[in-house]
């Protein structure tokens, strides 16, 4: 039996689609929401930089982050939608799995998502779709996928 999943996410939001068609309509079975993304970066911050001296003299600065709180909570989502990545393929027997995503986001899933789940992805669209009805996303996957 065929077994189409559909992964249409970006750094804040994602839906779970399948199909058991390889010809047929997406059916929205799960979605994610992480409003944590959408926040201004001043709001996931706690406080200022911490202060760092000088090696010479007595000059002081603010250290800087390596990662902005934004990308931080990006990557957390990606995690957390590669591990229900996981759990699908562990408790649903799919044939086949494509990804919907903007390129900067779909980098992040690329790391996120295990060796065996990547094995079943079978393409990716790079496009933020994460707001589109199913309809128009089936219209940028393959005729048959």
Request: no cysteine; charged share 25%.
């Amino acid at each position: 039996m065929t077994r189409i999943g559909v992964l249409v996410a970006d750094k804040s939001r994602a839906k779970w689609y399948t199909s058991n068609q390889r010809k047929g309509p997406l059916h929205l079975e799960h979605s994610w929401d992480h409003p944590a993304a959408r926040m201004p970066e001043r709001e996931l911050t706690t406080d200022l930089p911490g202060r760092a001296f000088d090696r010479r003299g007595g000059g002081r600065h603010a250290m800087g982050t390596e990662v902005s709180p934004k990308h931080h909570e990006a990557e957390q989502f990606a995690g957390q939608l590669a591990q229900a990545l996981d759990h699908q393929r562990n408790t649903t027997p799919l044939t086949r799995i494509y990804v919907v995503a903007p390129p900067e986001f779909l980098g992040l899933l690329r790391k996120k998502i295990g060796a065996e789940t990547a094995q079943l992805i079978a393409g990716e669209v790079p496009l933020g779709l994460s707001t589109a009805e199913a309809a128009e996303v089936r219209k940028h996957l393959p005729e048959y996928m």
